[in-house]
C-alpha cells in the first residue's frame, strides 16, 4: 500500500521556522519524485517545491525562495521542507505528493499519490 505520511506542522509566529517531514512507503522511492504543495483555505493547491532524484536537485517556488529548502535522506525514504521566516501568507495545508519519474514543473495532473496533509498556521 503507498503510503505518504506528513508532520512537523503546526502553529508559529511569523518570523519562526518549522520542518515538514514526508515519509514514503510502499513503492520504489527511487522511481517517484517528491514534491510539496499547498492549499490555503479559498485558494486553489499550487507547487510549493520538489525534490529531483535524477540529479538530486530541488526546486523552489518563487514565493517561497530564500526561504524554504527541500532535502531528502534517500536511506529512509523521507524528503524535507525547511520553512524559515514564515509568513502569515505562508498558512496553508501542505501536502506531500509522488510523482512517478522526475517532476519538471509542479503540475497537480502530474501526481501519482497525495499525502493526507498538515495543516501550517502562522500568526501575525
Known amino acids: 500500500e503507498v503510503q505518504l505520511v506528513e508532520s512537523g506542522g503546526g502553529l508559529v509566529q511569523a518570523g519562526g521556522s518549522l520542518r515538514l517531514s514526508c515519509a514514503a512507503s510502499?513503492?520504489?522511492?527511487?522511481?517517484?519524485?517528491i514534491g510539496w504543495f499547498r492549499q490555503a483555505p479559498g485558494k486553489e493547491r499550487e507547487g510549493v517545491s520538489y525534490?529531483?532524484?535524477?540529479?538530486?536537485?530541488?526546486y523552489i517556488a518563487v514565493p517561497v525562495k530564500g526561504r524554504f529548502t527541500i532535502s531528502a535522506n534517500l536511506a529512509k525514504n523521507t524528503v524535507y521542507l525547511q520553512m524559515n521566516d514564515l509568513k502569515p501568507e505562508d498558512t496553508a495545508v501542505y501536502y506531500c505528493?509522488?510523482?512517478?519519474?522526475?517532476?519538471?514543473?509542479?503540475?497537480?495532473?502530474?501526481?501519482?499519490?497525495w499525502g493526507q496533509g498538515t495543516q501550517v498556521t502562522v500568526s501575525s
Open positions: 510502499g513503492f520504489r522511492f527511487d522511481d517517484y519524485d
Open positions: 505528493a509522488a510523482r512517478w519519474g522526475r517532476f519538471t514543473s509542479l503540475n497537480l495532473s502530474d501526481v501519482n499519490y
Open positions: 525534490f529531483n532524484h535524477g540529479d538530486g536537485s530541488a
